[in-house]
């Protein structure tokens, strides 16, 4: 019982770890300094679209255990 606290913890973390970089990196490719509002709206768009994606994915796999 004890390994399956810590593997959960450790996904847990490793979660809201990876989570903020993945979609600090998607709005920051798409954000270029020049585009301006509408490269940024675009760059928010895309970071919300794979936020989405995400979670389904987390859904997906949790309705599979």
Request: aromatic share 4%; glycine share 10%; net charge positive.
């Amino acid at each position: 019982m004890r390994a399956a606290a810590r593997l959960l913890n450790t996904v847990q973390q490793s979660g809201a770890t990876l989570g903020p970089a993945v979609l600090g990196s998607v709005y920051l490719s798409g954000a270029a300094p020049s585009g301006g509002p509408s490269a940024a709206m675009h760059a928010v768009e895309a970071a919300f679209q794979v936020a989405a994606g995400l979670v389904l994915v987390a859904f997906a796999s949790a309705r599979r255990m």
